[in-house]
């Protein structure tokens, strides 16, 4: 299929969103296109176009959830990527202090801990425009909120890679089974290593004997047959 109208509606869509659930995603194609088409190969032909104005259209996996976003990206000097411009000095402060507790501790951050970092800042940033302005992350999914805790959102995981990798440079964990960098995931407890939950699912799912592809330990697989993650009640 030509890239045409249809094509730059699709990618207007896209980019008034921020981020669209893949699903989301399938039903805007089939009301603009007409018929079912694998948004992969839509991803492609657009890109085919923005590759000229440094920009791509790109998947990412949310880590609470397993749900699968598109966004458009800016693909610029990748290295320089920096956090959304458009922010304010301060909020720019407060969400880089977020991001250095998210991925220096275990992949969250406590959401009281979080309003505290506005009274580390060097610049002046009240707790109530910490407050609104947390809210409205959680919202744009650049974080997300789950049980009073604040996890890396995928927005950030889908446009901010290039600036993590830039800042933290060797400070992450790659999931043993699908390589990409993982925030907040299943820790072997014999050798540490790391995984996404929705890597372990479709592990487990597939196999009977689960041994950790790292060390070869058994892997406990308790974490994903409870309650205790979002995506798992969804599924
Ligand atoms: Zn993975
Ligand atoms: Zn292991």
Redesign the pocket.
């Known amino acids: 299929m030509d890239y045409d109208d249809r094509h730059r509606t699709f990618l207007q869509a896209v980019i008034q969103s921020g981020v669209i659930l893949d699903q989301d995603a399938v039903v805007l194609c089939v009301k603009i296109f007409d018929e079912k088409i694998d948004i992969s190969a839509i991803a492609a032909r657009i890109n085919d176009k923005l590759e000229r104005l440094a920009m791509s259209m790109k998947a990412g996996i949310c880590e609470l959830t397993g749900n699968k976003y598109w966004s458009v990206v800016s693909t610029t000097h990748e290295e320089t990527v920096k956090i959304p411009t458009e922010l304010t000095q301060s909020q720019k402060m407060f969400l880089r202090s977020i991001y250095s507790e998210i991925i220096g501790g275990d992949g969250c951050i406590s959401s009281t801990s979080c309003l505290n970092l506005c009274n580390s800042l060097e610049t002046k940033f009240s707790m109530i425009e910490a407050d609104r302005f947390l809210k409205h992350l959680i919202k744009q999914k650049w974080l997300y909120c789950k049980d009073g805790n604040i996890y890396m959102g995928v927005r950030s995981i889908i446009e901010l890679m290039p600036y993590f990798r830039a800042t933290y440079q060797d400070n992450f964990h790659n999931?043993f089974?699908?390589?990409?960098v993982?925030f907040h995931?299943h820790k072997c407890d014999n050798c540490d290593e790391m995984?996404?939950y929705?890597?372990l699912i479709e592990y487990a799912k597939n196999r009977n004997i689960r041994k950790c592809p790292q060390c070869k330990h058994n892997l406990d697989i308790s974490c994903i047959t409870g309650n205790r993650y979002y995506y798992i009640l969804h599924q």
Not at 177 to 180: D, G, P
């Open positions: 999931c089974l699908c390589r990409e993982v995931g995984c996404h929705y890597c």
